[in-house]
């Protein structure tokens, strides 16, 4: 089993487990890895190592590695907190679809019960749910997410 240290055009990283550099080579030609984050499919493998010679470094020539580390964990970290964020959004919120801004007004003037709902919204119907107080906000979450969580 090869692990790989995977990124996406959008720059989130992610670790994918194959049975061999062909296997895959032929899932992404395929289209059948997506970022976990995003949903794009357009990953490409970063280059990495088992183990990395520290011994000849000169504090002060470039980044220091420990910072690179620690910046590399706080893009994950920062990831990690986001997906934990996006699943909790789909447990318990009921995604209503296009018809968003009409349950939301439903629920907000009493006409449905309330409840955490989710759902898509033009930016001309989200500023009117603004203006008549109907607190909203944009949320994104990747396709990926939508389907079976393993």
């Known amino acids: ?30 289209s059948l890895i997506e970022c ?3 949903g794009t499919a357009s990953v490409s493998k970063k280059l990495s190592a088992p183990r990395l010679n520290l011994a000849g470094f000169a504090p002060g020539s470039a980044a220091a590695p ?14 990690a907190a986001w997906m934990t964020l996006a699943r909790r959004v789909l447990a318990s919120t009921d995604d209503v679809g296009e018809r968003f801004a009409e349950e939301a007004r439903k629920i907000h003037y009493g006409e449905s019960k309330e409840r955490g709902i989710r759902g898509q919204a033009s930016p001309a119907q989200t500023e009117s749910l603004l203006e008549e107080g109907i607190a909203v906000m944009q949320f994104p979450l990747p396709e990926a997410l ?4 393993q």
Not at 66 to 79: D, K, W
Not at 146 to 149: A, D, H, N, V, W
């Open 146 to 149: 939508k389907g079976r969580l």
């Open 36 to 38: 976990p984050v995003c």
């Open 1 to 30: 089993m090869k692990v790989l240290d995977l990124e996406c055009c959008q720059s989130h990283v992610f670790e994918g487990w194959f049975a061999s550099e062909e296997d895959f080579q032929s899932q992404r030609e395929r």
């Open 66 to 79: 420990q910072e690179t580390v620690a910046v590399a964990g706080a893009e994950q970290a920062l990831q």
